[in-house]
């Protein structure tokens, strides 16, 4: 996903047109619609002061507009392998198995990581995908809790996480 898809995704999400997010950041009325198509399309690239005043903005983290493009599978296995930086993060993995719909015996594997930090993250993140899957915390919740990552996490802000549950 590029910054202008995420772009998107988040005002979208906040129920804003183009305009009135050019106009929240500080571009003039006659062509705040015309930028915001720009970043979003491609166009052009927010510079990262820009970036920043998004997402404010859009209530969203500065890392989740940011964040890399990771679209292929090349692109995941290299920031996996990244991980492991000079052997001193140990990775791991673990294969089981599994019955699929179809009734079939098949394989997956589970990749693990000598890093407590990464580990708890990847954790919580089962825990909220967890509480989707129950009904416990509705889509809307889920995206919150993502798009505003690592400000949502009880891992990074143990004693004030950003409040992304509804009451």
Do not use: C
């Not at 990847?122 to 009904?135: I, T, Y």
């Amino acid at each position: 996903m590029t910054i202008g898809d995420r772009i998107r995704k988040a005002r979208n999400m906040r129920g804003l047109t183009q305009k009135e997010l050019g106009v929240a950041i500080g571009i003039s009325e006659t062509t705040a619609d015309v930028r915001i198509a720009q970043y979003e399309t491609g166009t052009r690239v927010p510079k990262e002061k820009v970036l920043f005043y998004i997402a404010k903005a859009l209530d969203v983290s500065l890392e989740y507009l940011s964040a890399p493009s990771i679209v292929s599978i090349s692109d995941v296995m290299i920031t996996l392998m990244e991980q492991e930086i000079d052997h001193l993060n140990e990775v791991t993995f673990d294969e089981t198995e599994y019955i699929n719909h179809y009734g079939e015996t098949k394989k997956r594997t589970g990749i693990y990581f000598n890093r407590a930090d990464l580990e708890s993250s990847l954790a919580e993140w089962a825990k909220v995908k967890k509480e989707l899957s129950n009904g416990d915390i509705s889509l809307a919740e889920y995206d919150e809790w993502k798009t505003n990552w690592p400000a949502t996490s009880e891992v990074y802000n143990s004693t004030s996480p950003k409040q992304w549950k509804k009451d």
